[in-house]
């Protein structure tokens, strides 16, 4: 089902109204994301203006992201979605587009142009890699170190996070094999270009989890984006993996002895995906919030809050200082070129095609 839209000019202002009326329309959404200060950046940049517009409208948070693929499921099974506009991974996007769970979008007849009139889908250009997901953001995946805790030689290498005699005490990992699996391989000797070919083989993925096997007494695994930073701050970790974002909030705006460690951070694209089967009223109201909060400057409104970069085109000359702290955020980007040496780009397809047979493989050796 597509809603086509049309533009109403309030001044100079452009906003998005669709033809659907508001009595159409659901009063509320369940909108669910990954917590912390991401979810944190969402509310400042999109909900908290679209409730000034729309007063009416209740939203909820729900902070199930990193479970989205696993609880879509069950409720489209129990014919009880309940979720309205899901914020997922592009790998994720895949993987629930291919299934039918998410519906698909026409960029250019769903979503804003911008401001100069390029539609949508050359904006996005490349970030839009499924026919069911609205890219919002490029961050990374990377380490936080904490500065007290490595003496005179502060970490330079993601490999770092395997030498326990340099560097004693515990680590954060994320419990899932996606980016332990090619940092290790990366830290046992395979060319970065190559980790994927090498993580097709059953040899290669045996040979990734025997790396992480040198260390797995070592390791405090995380399933929320908050536990790193909260770990760190807490000195429970000399070390640990979380979103580039959180620890740019925990670095620069809660001012704690932790630096970043940017070598072979991993970018991926974060974005929106529509739950197949939403009722007419519902679907109305995400597609109405959705055209408003994913135009240009909603999306370079997002990176004043946290460091992530937004995935449209015309919107990255419009970030400019932090809402709050004053600072250039550019510097912070995952995407700049002094952050960006070493960065490995994650592979979509492979992930899509793997993830559930390496999940398995991967919870199994945890429980040895």
């Known amino acids: 089902m597509k809603l086509k839209s049309i533009l109403l000019t309030t001044g100079a202002a452009l906003l998005a109204a669709p033809l659907a009326h508001a009595e159409d329309m659901a009063d509320s959404m369940t909108l669910v994301s990954w917590g912390g200060a991401y979810q944190e950046s969402q509310k400042n940049a999109y909900t908290e203006p679209y409730k000034a517009m729309h007063p009416e409208v209740e939203v909820i948070w729900d902070s199930s992201s990193n479970e989205a693929v696993a609880k879509l499921r069950a409720m489209n099974e129990a014919g ?12 994720d996007a895949m993987r629930l587009c291919d299934e039918g769970l998410a519906m698909e979008i026409d960029a250019d007849e769903d979503l804003a142009p911008a401001p100069d009139g390029t539609p949508a889908s050359e904006d996005f250009g490349d970030m839009i890699i499924s026919d069911c997901f609205i890219p919002q953001i490029v961050y990374s995946t990377t380490f936080g170190y904490r500065t007290d805790m490595v003496g005179d030689t502060p970490p330079e290498s993601v490999c770092a996070i395997f030498d326990t005699e340099t560097y004693p005490g ?23 270009d190559e980790v994927y070919d090498v993580l ?75 739950p197949a089967g939403l009722p007419a009223d519902r679907l109305a ?84």
Not at 80 to 91: H, I, M, P, S
């Open 80 to 91: 009880n979605v309940t979720w309205d506009l899901v914020d997922v991974t592009g790998a």
């Open 285 to 368: 109201r995400v597609m109405d919030f959705l055209y408003f909060a994913t135009d240009t400057q909603r999306l370079a409104d997002q990176a004043k809050y946290i460091s992530y970069g937004p995935a449209r085109a015309s919107s990255a000359p419009l970030v400019s200082k932090h809402a709050t702290l004053g600072i250039e955020m550019a510097p912070h980007m995952p995407t700049d070129p002094a952050n960006a040496k070493t960065a490995v780009l994650y592979n979509f397809e492979f992930w899509a095609d793997y993830r559930d047979d390496l999940d398995a493989k991967f919870q199994a050796w945890l429980a040895k």
């Open 170 to 192: 515990k680590r954060s990992l994320e419990k899932r094999p996606i980016n332990n699996v090619e940092w290790a391989l990366v830290c046992d000797g395979v060319p970065a």
């Open 200 to 274: 097709e083989t059953e040899e290669g993925q045996d040979r990734a989890l025997a790396k992480l096997d040198t260390i797995k007494d070592d390791v405090i695994w995380w399933s929320a984006g908050a536990d790193t930073p909260q770990l760190l701050a807490d000195g429970e970790v000399v070390m640990g993996s979380t979103y580039n974002g959180r620890l740019f909030s925990l670095i620069e705006e809660q001012d704690q002895p932790v630096a970043m460690l940017w070598d072979y951070q991993v970018f991926d694209l974060d974005g929106w995906i529509i």
